[in-house]
């Protein structure tokens, strides 16, 4: 069985940096891709960004792009965000989750078939 568990969320300042990372295990393909979404207090959720699990190929929102950084450790079996330059807007509870259905990237989260439980991030001075 498929398993996410996020980790790292906390409170940082304005300005600050914060590392998330997502333990994923139960996979039985080599090949598929991780996602990062967000979801603020009272708003929907926001797809931030795409990583192909063996090619590399890293997709992110406008919202983060040149901010947020995604990457996957192999050795850890880890799916990584580095946030920098954080703003309060930032704020909300960040989810990983993962498809292997395809090999193209999907933006439309809606029927991705794992998810995390998530982690908290808080952005306040």
């Known amino acids: 069985e498929v398993q996410l568990v996020e980790s790292g969320g906390g409170t940082v300042e304005p300005g600050g940096s914060l590392r998330l990372s997502c333990a994923v295990s139960?996979?039985?393909?080599?090949?598929?891709?991780l996602y990062w979404v967000r979801q603020a207090p009272g708003k929907g959720i926001e797809w931030l960004s795409g990583?192909?699990?063996?090619?590399?190929?890293?997709y992110y929102a406008a919202s983060v792009k040149g901010r947020f950084t995604v990457s996957r450790d192999s050795a850890k079996n880890t799916l990584d965000l580095l946030m920098d330059s954080l703003k309060p807007e930032d704020t909300a509870m960040y989810y990983c989750?993962?498809?292997?259905?395809?090999?193209?990237?999907?933006?439309?989260?809606?029927?991705?078939?794992?998810w995390g439980p998530g982690t908290q991030v808080n952005v306040s001075s």
């Open positions: 989750a993962a498809d292997s259905r395809y090999s193209e990237l999907v933006r439309d989260f809606a029927d991705y078939p794992y």
């Open positions: 139960g996979f039985t393909f080599t090949d598929y891709w």
């Open positions: 990583i192909h699990s063996t090619k590399g190929y890293k």
